[in-house]
């Protein structure tokens, strides 16, 4: 892939810095995603870039050299690897987790500092998207009304009624030039149940919350500063002098953007949506990752991640991960979930993939921890 800096960016977009919230361990993708290798660092749909790379890959063409990423300290050498190009100036480590704000307010107050005028777009390290032209097209607009002074979040068309994502409830349409489809923001929602999430998709007027946000660096901050003053204190002092990171980022409260910033924002009528019509998935559990995999054309019936030379199939459907370095045969079974690891084994099904987080925390109950 082109380098940071040969890449050729949109030159309507030269404000726009995009940042990578590299974080969280996926662990409904265990054994595969681990504390020490999450998810955003593995290749997980086969095509030889980790989720990170392939971020970073649809991001350039937009933002060229113009990225941050935030991660964590044991997660900062693999970042490095696996992004040469990105300069020591761009990596943000923080110390330990405190939730998506303080990272991205971090990130905010280091590119208030770069230019007052900057707009942030931050987008997850883990997700996986299609229709890329449909994605800048959407990024674009998203831009233009984050330069007016607004929250820009990027809402994704459902296209089934799931009880796993938060929601956006659309409002009126907005007058913004370049920007046609922005839409005002009524409301964040929690993960509904079931029947809640037929009504949403049914009425139309909700879009699937992927927290993608784009916003003006110090719109955010000053936003933040509404309700965590103290929280932009620290971070614009973190950003002028970043030998003072690990001292106070313990002090910093663990709060997610969503909860620190959006809700209240949107609450307050200052943030618009974005409805996007490209192919997204988080990738959150196996029964996700099977959708994304073609079906394996040696094993019919089943997606194969790894070697299919270790996959033997009789009448069985569903997912295999096959990392163990040794044969899987699957037996008879209808939507079964197998990932041998060298350390590891889970054999589960698509309907339970939602649990397997439970595993992980059974086994630090256990004192397993070096499974986990």
């Keep these: ?28 993708l265990w054994p595969l995603s ?15 870039r980790s989720l990170l790379q392939s971020t970073a890959d649809r991001l350039r063409p937009l933002v060229g050299g113009r990225l941050v990423v935030v991660t964590g300290v044991r997660h900062a050498d693999a970042v490095r690897t696996q992004l040469p190009d990105l300069s020591e100036a761009d990596l943000l480590v923080e110390p330990e987790p405190r939730e998506s704000m303080p990272a991205i307010g971090l990130a905010a107050a280091v590119l208030e500092r770069r230019d007052p005028d900057a707009v942030l777009g931050s987008f997850a390290a883990d997700h996986v998207i299609g229709d890329l032209d449909v994605f800048a097209a ?6 233009h009304a984050a330069r007016g002074g607004s929250l820009v979040t990027l809402g994704i068309r459902p296209t089934y009624p799931s009880t796993g994502f938060g929601y956006i409830q659309v409002g009126a349409p907005q007058d913004v030039p370049g920007a046609p489809h922005v839409r005002h923001v009524e409301a964040f929602v929690e993960k509904p149940d079931a029947e809640r999430a037929r009504a949403y998709v049914a009425a139309g007027d909700h ?24 929280m932009v204190t620290l971070l614009r002092r973190m950003a002028a002098d970043r030998s003072t990171i690990d001292a106070g980022w313990g002090s910093l409260t663990r709060i997610a953007i969503d909860h620190a910033v959006a809700e209240p ?4 009528g200052r943030v ?15 029964a996700s990752l099977a959708t994304l995999l073609p079906e394996s054309g040696s094993q019919p019936g089943l997606r194969v991640l790894g070697d299919e030379r270790l996959v033997v199939n009789e009448g069985s459907t569903g997912i295999v991960a096959a990392h163990g370095g040794r044969t ?18 889970l054999v589960t099904t698509r309907e339970r993939c939602q649990d397997v987080r439970g595993v992980v925390a059974t086994l630090q109950r256990l004192g397993r921890e070096d499974l986990t």
């Design 328 to 345: 899987v045969v699957t037996l008879g079974l209808d939507d079964v979930v197998v990932v041998d690891t060298p350390d590891a084994l």
């Design 265 to 268: 924002a949107a609450a307050a």
């Design 207 to 230: 879009l699937w919350n992927a927290g993608m946000f784009v916003v003006r660096a110090t719109t955010l901050l000053e936003l933040l500063a509404l309700e965590h003053p103290e």
């Design 272 to 286: 618009s949506v974005v409805p996007a019509d490209f192919a997204w998935d988080d990738v959150g559990d196996f």
């Design 1 to 28: 892939m082109p380098s940071g800096d040969s890449a050729a960016a949109d030159q309507t977009l030269h404000d726009l810095t995009a940042v990578i919230p590299a974080g969280g361990v996926g662990s409904r």
């Design 138 to 143: 959407c990024v674009r607009e998203a831009v």
């Design 34 to 48: 681990r504390a020490s290798s999450p998810k955003f660092l593995l290749d997980l749909t086969g095509t030889g």
